[in-house]
């Protein structure tokens, strides 16, 4: 079996990498004062880095950033909430995401084998969970509180103008 051009690494990416995959993903890109702490604070995050800029098998390059991403976060026994599901759109559509999603619930099997892990799922990516045994949770609803919300919105219409 050929190489695979990506390599799957437990760590973190960079703050500023974190927020730019989450964008470029669709995603809404969070407040970057609140990245560092958010994530210093994951049970687990999986990365995904070209291979043909990596150092050895285990150390990307000075510089180099992470391409995707995958993270746990919640209390690393009972409750978990998997989040941040990102491949750069150059990348999309290469195997990468399924490659973290199998880590991600590798390292749940082994470290927190009694958690309920939930996630919310966009659109696009409602078909990858049941793959790896997530469930639609009806007849329960998923919920959402988030204050920054209208702010959010503004600044995407606010891009979009800049963009337009």
Do not use: W
Request: proline share 7%; with cysteine.
């Amino acid at each position: 079996m050929a190489e695979s051009q990506y390599v799957i690494l437990e760590g973190l990416p960079t703050p500023q990498t974190y927020h730019d995959l989450r964008k470029l993903a669709g995603m809404t890109p969070p407040p970057m004062e609140a990245v560092p702490k958010s994530l210093a604070n994951s049970f687990c995050c999986i990365v995904g880095y070209e291979r043909k800029n990596m150092l050895d098998a285990k150390t990307p390059a000075p510089g180099q950033e992470a391409i995707a991403m995958g993270r746990l976060v919640g209390d690393g026994s009972l409750f978990l909430i998997l989040v941040d599901v990102a491949v750069h759109p150059d990348h999309q559509r290469k195997g990468l995401g399924k490659r973290i999603m199998q880590k991600l619930v590798d390292y749940v099997d082994e470290h927190a084998p009694s958690a309920y892990v939930s996630l919310v799922a966009e659109e696009m990516a409602q078909k990858l969970y049941p793959m790896y045994g997530f469930k639609d949770v009806a007849p329960s609803i998923g919920m959402y509180r988030m204050i920054r919300e209208r702010k959010i919105q503004q600044d995407m219409v606010e891009d979009a103008e800049k963009e337009a």
